[in-house]
């Protein structure tokens, strides 16, 4: 006797993604798709048992940049890994496509300083064998690789090709340009763009120091270009707006590109540290536009927004230095014997930064550099801080800094956590998750390749919020909600993230119980042997993309089924 499906998961916790009631019982796969949910009677000629799991849909990645990875890799992890069966790239409005080629140098720069990803990587990963952005889809798509993805129109490579010098100038656009750069936005929507992405951030700089293209383009030529979204019928619009030049500037243009174009809107959303909890009035100015009409969503990082720094990484407390340049180019345990002379660590110690990457100075904010050790704690208590420390031992954060470092012999890796961490709690992170109009966001997977490694957050809300103790909860039909077809129906896709009768199989059967988070940890698979951070987890029995098991027990199977979705 034949089996009836390909696939039966039986005896799960079923959270559907929609988030209602929980469900006990099977989910039956054939041909890609669900068959059936309830009591399966047929057998599969693959089953799970998943009695004790959970049973999920795949989660939904809505702000990564695997614009390059998904290239040169078959495996988009760490998001992968975390049981996420669609990524979203693009966002920040960087990217490699269009581009003629003498433009290449030059988007791999605005890369390099934006994104953290060397560029000899960028160099030797990429064969740049398209120009226009329909292009690059089209290479993509002839691409192997674990889960899905689907990509937005990046503004900084947009207009360059439009403008030429004058766009990497951040030279205002005329009229010409404008239309242009509208019709190439169509164009590249009508090819499957899922819309169109930008940046406004002050401390997004190319690798030379500069500003990027994008930086305080007129509101009228992100108009202007959305208009080109609102032509071909489809699209969404995600920046990062730049919150340290206040919201009430910056939300306008929200406000005005939504009213202009008609077009969805989502942004990136966080609290400050100890600064006036100015998240609660976006909040509201969120509200106004929905209840006008309009679509707009923040994205919230479900944890303090965080920067790794350690010896082998980007960056370090000790890394602008002037001293540091004497033993920068040793190796690990070269440095390390050389900071233990008296005379260099009375140098290291009392010296002040020089000029460099304003990421570099995110290291130095004592009172929020936290060590992060294994099991990682990403809501260490404040007197953890390299400041705490400090005040308990009656010296200075230097000094307790350079000791971690030694004592690790260089491993030691540290938090910095730069926002979404309101008077060191997860609070405002939890409120403002809570929203109808907020979704989880901003892992930034595929980028940071050497700071940051956030794209994890999946598994640290259902591990924090789900199964976690404290006051700050979320039920699991919620979490799951808004990890799936919450983030999903923000960017345009309202059937992903979700499990039903005719749907896709992207599915995850989860440990709960024994969900957890591993330490950070340096990997050297890039190209040219580049290295990355990389954050693995127990706890992911198997996650399914249409069908078929890519990973299972937390080891990936060597399924290649994902496919670029061409969101129009």
Excluded at 251 to 276: C, H, M
Excluded at 353 to 359: A, I, R, S, V, W
Aim: aromatic share 6%; with cysteine; proline share 6%.
């Amino acid at each position: 006797m034949s089996n009836e499906h390909d696939l039966v998961i039986r005896g799960g916790t079923i959270a559907d993604g929609t988030g209602g009631d929980l469900l006990n019982g099977d989910i039956a796969v054939t041909g890609g798709v669900i068959s059936a949910i309830g009591t399966v009677a047929g057998t599969g000629a693959e089953e799970i048992d998943a009695k004790g799991r959970i049973v999920t849909p795949g989660f939904i990645d809505v702000h990564t940049h695997y614009d390059g990875q998904c290239i040169w890799a078959e495996e988009l992890s760490p998001s992968s890994s975390h049981g996420v069966t669609m990524a979203i790239m693009g966002n920040c409005g960087v990217g490699f496509a269009p581009c003629r080629a003498p433009d290449h140098d030059m988007l791999i720069n605005v890369m390099e300083g934006v994104e953290d990803i060397p560029g000899v990587v960028m160099a030797d990963g990429l064969p740049w064998n398209w120009e226009t952005f329909p292009e690059y889809l089209d290479t993509v798509e002839r691409g192997k690789r674990d889960i899905d993805v689907a990509a937005y129109l990046p503004h900084s490579p947009l207009r360059v090709y439009a403008m030429g010098e004058r766009g990497a100038g951040r030279e205002p656009a005329n009229a010409d340009d404008l239309a242009l750069m509208r019709q190439l936005t169509s164009e590249a929507i009508k090819a499957g763009a899922l819309g169109f992405a930008s940046s406004r951030l002050s401390i997004h700089k190319t690798a030379d120091g500069d500003s990027i293209p994008t930086f305080e383009a007129d509101v009228a030529e992100l108009e202007a270009i959305c208009s080109g979204m609102a032509d071909a019928g489809s699209g969404t619009f995600q920046i990062v707006l730049d919150a340290f030049q206040g919201w009430d500037r910056e939300y306008q243009v929200i406000e005005r590109v939504v009213s202009a174009t008609g077009r969805p809107a989502t942004f990136t959303l966080a609290s400050g540290n100890d600064a006036p909890p100015r998240w609660r009035k976006v909040l509201g100015m969120l509200e106004e536009t929905n209840a006008r009409g309009g679509q707009a969503t923040a994205q919230i990082m479900p944890r303090p927004i965080g920067l790794i720094a350690g010896l082998e990484l980007t960056v370090h407390p000790f890394v602008l230095c002037p001293s540091w340049a004497k033993i920068a180019d040793l190796s690990i345990p070269e440095q390390v014997a050389a900071m233990r002379d008296p005379a260099l660590r009375a140098a290291l110690i009392t010296e002040e930064f020089e000029e460099g990457h304003p990421f570099n100075e995110l290291a130095r904010d004592w009172r929020w550099l936290f060590p992060l050790d294994d099991p990682p704690d990403y809501a260490p208590p404040a007197e953890m801080s390299m400041a705490g420390q400090a005040a308990a031992r009656g010296c200075t954060p230097q000094e307790i800094a350079y000791d971690r470092i030694l004592e690790t012999d260089g491993k030691g890796l540290f938090l910095a956590a730069l926002g979404n961490y309101e008077n060191a709690t997860l609070d405002s992170a939890h409120e403002m998750l809570s929203h109808q109009h907020c979704i989880p966001g901003l892992g930034d997977g595929g980028a940071h390749y050497g700071a940051i490694c956030d794209a994890s957050y999946s598994t640290y809300l259902l591990t924090q919020f789900v199964k976690g103790d404290g006051p700050l909860r979320f039920g699991l039909a919620e979490a799951v909600h808004m990890l799936g077809n919450k983030a999903a129906r923000a960017v345009g896709l309202p059937d992903r993230g979700l499990l039903k009768v005719g749907g896709k199989a992207d599915i995850n059967v989860i440990d709960l119980d024994n969900l957890r988070l591993h330490l950070p940890e340096i990997v050297r698979d890039l190209p040219a042997g580049g290295r990355r951070l990389h954050q693995r987890a127990t706890g992911y029995d198997a996650t399914i993309v249409s069908g078929e098991i890519i990973r299972r027990f937390d080891q990936s199977t060597g399924a290649r089924p994902g496919k670029l979705v061409r969101a129009a």
